[in-house]
């Protein structure tokens, strides 16, 4: 059984980083793909950035590219993102995904487990 956990969320203020992370504690295989989201009230959750099994491939929202990093250890079962120079308006809840399907996935529908998520607020 999968059961994510984020942590790593926090107030912090523009201009800093975070760096949040994913446990994966019941993962039994590291052959799936696994995205950040991000949802604020009253919107839809919208992807932040994706990556392959393997780590070797990755996608980001256009808007983040720059700014937030995703990497993932398969040998600690670890999805992290590393968010620079944050904005007020990257304030949301963050949660991190994983897809049954080995490669890149965008949709929220293509995601099989979610974790509980972590709340990101940053101030001007």
């Known amino acids: 059984q999968v059961q994510l956990v984020e942590s790593g969320g926090g107030l912090v203020q523009a201009g800093d980083f975070l760096r949040l992370s994913c446990v994966d504690s019941?993962?039994?295989?590291?052959?799936?793909?696994m995205g950040w989201f991000r949802q604020t009230p009253g919107k839809a959750r919208d992807i932040v950035s994706a990556?392959?099994?393997?780590?070797?491939?990755?996608y980001y929202a256009d808007s983040l590219k720059d700014r937030f990093t995703i990497s993932r250890d398969n040998a600690k079962n670890t999805l992290y993102l590393q968010m620079d120079n944050l904005k007020p308006e990257d304030t949301a809840v963050y949660y991190c995904?994983?897809?049954?399907?080995?490669?890149?996935?965008?949709?929220?529908?293509?995601?099989?487990?979610w974790g509980q998520g972590t709340q990101v607020t940053v101030s001007s």
């Open positions: 990556i392959n099994w393997s780590g070797g491939r990755t």
């Open positions: 019941g993962r039994r295989s590291h052959s799936d793909g």
């Open positions: 995904a994983a897809s049954r399907a080995s490669d890149l996935r965008y949709a929220v529908s293509a995601y099989d487990f």
